[in-house]
């Protein structure tokens, strides 16, 4: 018997007339909602940022780690859904405007979801709850939307266990402190992340590929816009200077490499691998390489602007720091290893959707980890001018190497 297909299911004309969801197509692109929703998630990524500058040790990024597994997760159930039907269309609308309040709720609690301030309600349990209401209405909205499609319908069902889940650990980490309260976190993103892996991709729909490709790279496009926000943040209110000039411009230089790397070539070919693939391969596909390995990704570059942030800081003069200062510990790891990570990722999405070997990210990504603990005895300076400098050495080094590959990838027909 051959597999169902994942491209559209069936659903009841009646169905959709009262709910007035209109389904995705092939070419459908990201909606304006869609792109109104991500601007919470902008905020919740700031939000990550300063919660680790007010804590800069490593208990502090694997914090902050943690959390941005949670708010990713809270992403990628809407951009299923949103592959599904259209975001601004019926009852998806007031969906997404409903889930986009619980979000910013969860942003605004982001600096309470470990420990909670004194007064007013308890942050950590508003966290996990605003955190339930998100995952309810994405479960409402994709049993809605799934009509007389009994195979999403059947996988909602599976996945409501992993969400209930989730949630009650959060809940119970509210009531705990320290080390206890952070194994369950990374206990509640396990439960979530891994029994979504367990139920698996049998079930779930992928209408349009260029939408879902598109939706990813336009948050890895956010995210590289916090790492820009965070040089701004570092410099605020205080005097601009040669230094801070000089960082600046190398932070942005750290930024656009990392824009390279992902949106020259990588983007098309994923977004290209994802449209060949068929039937339940396709699903595969985007869960592992697009909802599962992003989140490095994204994390890496969150990482990368804390360390940026904390960078033009010393340049700036904060806290009695100078240019000649060395940056050290958590938000050089920070720097160095985000930025890493960030490329580890980019190798695994390449091999998981098309088996490419992008040897040299992987190489880069391991050098840099490995002379983090040597730049860490540089002035702050030279520490982002040498990152800056062997990513544009990768940038360029690509960019030769793949010069007719690249041309033929970028101008290929169906791109004009």
Known sequence: MSEPSTSEPSTRPGRTRRSRMERVTEGSAATTLELFFDLVFVFALTQ????????????????????????????????????LVKADEGAARSAMLAAMAAMFLIAIAIPESFDDLPGGLDGPVVFALCYLLVRAVHLVLFWTASGDDRGLRAQVLRFLPTMVGGTVLLLVASQTTGAVQVLLWAAAVLFDYGGTLV??????????????????????????????????????????????????????????????VYFDTNGLLIERALASAEGHERVRMARAAFSYLHLPAVIGIVMLALGLKKALGYLAGDDGHSAADHLHGAPLWALYGGTALYLFALAAISWRCSRTQKYQRLGLGLVLVAITPLVAFLPVLVTLGVLAAVLVGLVMGEWSYYKAQRDEIRHAPEHH
């Open 48 to 83: 990550v940022t300063a919660f680790m500058a007010e804590d800069p040790t490593p208990r502090g990024l694997l914090r902050g780690a943690l959390i941005l597994a949670v708010v990713w997760w809270c992403w990628v159930g809407y951009s299923w859904s949103s592959n």
């Open 199 to 260: 139920i698996g991709a049998t079930g779930w729909r992928i209408n349009s590929p260029k939408h879902f490709a598109e939706r990813h790279g336009l948050i890895v496009i956010i995210a590289l816009g916090e790492s820009i926000v965070a040089i701004g943040v570092g410099v605020n209110e205080l005097a601009i200077s040669w230094p801070i000039v000089a960082g600046a411009l190398l932070g942005l230089v750290v930024a656009a490499a990392l824009w390279w």
